[in-house]
């Protein structure tokens, strides 16, 4: 199946400070989803994104489907945008999705 | 609209033990999923529902856990006999049946799984 690759698995930032999680993939895909893991465990959709860039707020992402990368630009970050981020791509014949493992952030005040 | 239910949303039980899990999706989604997530570790697939049929249950351990989706809205994960490895929390979700965004899924809340 499709492998996907998140980087920094940890990130430490202050408030207000910007960041950038990547997440590579081994191959075409036809979906491509960020999701903020909050500490209650939800799983909440931030972006549907095979191709190009969105913007939603102070998050935006970019993903590059010919060099099969995706980018997440956390920009300002609260302490509210703590939790576990996940990367993940339809790596199963019936279009499941395959996750990476997560990139932890952790906003101080 | 209302996002995909899940219940219970805890539950503990001892080893050895049988639990059963319940999601209904968002109205109008055909395919449905339950994914397990091991403490510290994204989501993995254990099977896959388009409307009552199953696309892909080759992750599922079929020695003990079973689901079904009868009339093709919600479904029923079941463990039975419960191991300590099965400590997870299991979710749901499900995608539109068509459109622009059809591939795009979306999560439930979760049940949290403890087995002592």
């Known amino acids: 199946g499709i492998q996907v690759e998140q980087s920094p698995p940890d990130l430490i930032l202050q408030e207000g400070a910007n960041s950038t999680l990547r997440c590579n993939f081994s191959d075409s895909v036809n979906n491509l989803q960020w999701f903020h893991q909050n500490p209650w465990g939800q799983l909440i959709n931030l972006f549907y994104i095979p191709s190009g860039t969105k913007q939603n707020g102070r998050l935006s992402a970019t993903t590059v489907a010919t060099e099969r990368y995706s980018l997440l630009y956390i920009s300002s970050s609260q302490t509210t945008d703590s939790g576990v981020y996940f990367c993940?791509?339809?790596?199963?014949?019936?279009?499941?999705?395959?996750f990476g493992k997560g990139t932890s952030l952790l906003v101080t005040p | 609209e209302a996002g995909v239910a899940q219940s219970p949303r805890y539950k503990i039980i001892e080893k050895r033990q049988s639990v059963a899990f319940w999601c209904n999706p968002i109205s109008g989604h055909a395919t449905l999923y339950w994914y397990q997530q091991i403490l510290g570790q994204g989501p993995k697939l254990l099977i896959q529902?388009?409307?009552?049929?199953?696309?892909?249950d080759s992750q599922l351990p079929k020695d003990r856990f079973s689901a079904e989706r009868l009339k093709g809205v919600d479904s029923t994960l079941k463990i039975q006999p419960a191991k300590l490895e099965d400590s997870a929390v299991y979710l749901c979700a499900s995608n539109p049946p068509g459109g622009f965004t059809f591939y795009e899924q979306y999560f439930g809340p979760g049940t949290r799984l403890t087995v002592t």
């Open positions: 529902f388009q409307n009552n049929g199953v696309v892909d």
């Open positions: 993940a791509v339809d790596g199963y014949s019936g279009y499941a999705l395959n």
